[in-house]
């Protein structure tokens, strides 16, 4: 099924490709793909927090308690709500927004997040994340593989994330 963003455009789908640590920033770099099978990255920059945390999704790693995102999931289940997708919505000065799509009891319900938030969330669910057209297009205009290559060069002997 294809899903249309608000302007009834269609919605490109990506997948969590991996998270790499940018030592210079102290943050974390979500790399994500499209699952259409184009080789272009689209990248967001995420606390070393909210990195770990998708980090950890992506491993299927649990913690000895839950996790903020591992409750909220929780909660979810016991309400009887289900994620149905999140979409990277807009940028606005260099930050993304994020719409997460629920559906409880045929309602459906969005909700405003954090770009790392909802992807975080999103891996837990085993939900769709997707990018607006308009966002994907507006995304940085340098070269993003050539950079996450330097960058992945330059972290050769660093501690993985």
């Not at 302007?7 to 793909?33: A, F, G, H, K, Y």
Request: proline letters at 3%; charged letters at 25%; a negative charge.
């Amino acid at each position: 099924m294809e899903h249309v963003s608000q302007t009834n455009e269609p919605l490109i789908q990506l997948t969590v490709d991996r998270v790499v640590e940018d030592s210079t920033t102290d943050t974390r770099i979500v790399v994500l793909t499209r699952t259409d099978g184009a080789s272009e990255h689209f990248m967001v920059w995420v606390g070393a927090s909210e990195g770990e945390a998708i980090r950890r999704a992506l491993d299927t790693s649990t913690t000895p308690r839950p996790m903020s995102h591992d409750l909220i999931k929780s909660f979810g289940e016991h309400l009887g709500i289900k994620m149905e997708r999140v979409v990277l919505t807009d940028v606005k000065s260099s930050t993304y927004y994020a719409t997460v799509f629920l559906e409880n009891k045929g309602v459906a319900r969005t909700i405003d997040s954090r770009p790392s938030d909802a992807i975080a969330l999103a891996l837990r669910c085993q939900a769709p994340i997707y990018v607006t057209q308009d966002v994907w297009k507006r995304r940085s205009g340098q070269n993003l593989d050539a950079w996450l290559s330097k960058l992945e060069t330059k972290n050769i002997g660093a501690q993985e994330v």
